[in-house]
């Protein structure tokens, strides 16, 4: 079984440019998750969404972070005018309907020069 | 992360000796505990999990004990080998969201 998915594996991008994450979640998986690590340090949660709906963006900064999950297609992590501070691991969880375990993917490194 | 810490930011340990990683957590309402092993360059895998209404569950060379009573989670590994050489992290699920402390380093002396 494909676990979670993310690409790309590693981004880089000038300050101002626009970044997209993906994230395919496990099959069968409708629950997708987006956290972000910086360097030694934990995983900080932003997002919570189900097929086309968010269910809770508390940990999202109020500008240039959005997130989607359609009703096909992967979900979505887009960070428009990225700034250095936004350098950082970004990584996607996924868990089944009625299950709190979340499985995470391998990340996106993005760099921003 | 504010929620859950770890006691001790590294642990070297001699191949085969057992290993036991430490956690605090302050949100009491929290109940379902999660424990991550994330190598370098790659995302948490999870190892084992445990849910508020238990004190110990075992899987294949762990053990997780949970102590309500003192906000306290550990992580036991038996026999540590060279491959559980990593960054330990114990989250805790509350309303479907994790929090994670800084994690753990696990280092394995050969």
């Known amino acids: 079984n494909a676990g979670v998915m993310q690409n790309p594996r590693h981004l880089v991008r000038r300050r101002g440019q626009e970044a997209r994450l993906r994230c395919s979640p496990m099959?069968?998986?409708?629950?997708v998750y987006w956290y972000r690590q910086l360097p030694e340090e934990g995983l900080k949660f932003m997002v919570y969404l189900q097929k086309e709906n968010i269910i809770d963006e508390s940990g999202m900064p109020k500008e240039r972070f959005s997130a989607e999950f359609p009703k096909e297609g992967p979900s979505i992590l887009r960070i428009q005018q990225v700034v250095r501070g936004d350098s950082a691991a970004y990584f996607c969880a996924s868990s089944p309907p009625g299950a709190d375990t979340q499985y995470f993917g391998p990340g996106t490194r993005l760099t921003v020069l | 992360g504010e929620n859950v810490g770890l006691h001790l930011p590294t642990l070297s340990v001699q191949e085969g000796d057992n290993s036991i990683i430490n956690c605090a957590y302050s949100n009491s309402a929290s109940d379902y505990f999660i424990w991550y092993k994330q190598e370098s360059g790659k995302g948490p895998q999870f190892i084992i999990d445990?849910?508020?209404?238990?004190d110990k569950r075992q899987g294949q060379r762990v053990t997780v004990l949970l102590n309500k009573t003192v906000k306290h989670l550990s992580l036991q590994i038996a026999a540590t080998q060279p491959g559980d050489s990593a960054v330990y992290f114990c989250a805790e699920n509350h309303d479907y969201k994790l929090s994670f402390g800084a994690g753990t380093t696990v280092t394995v002396r050969a």
């Open positions: 099959k069968g998986h409708s629950h």
């Open positions: 445990i849910r508020s209404n238990m």
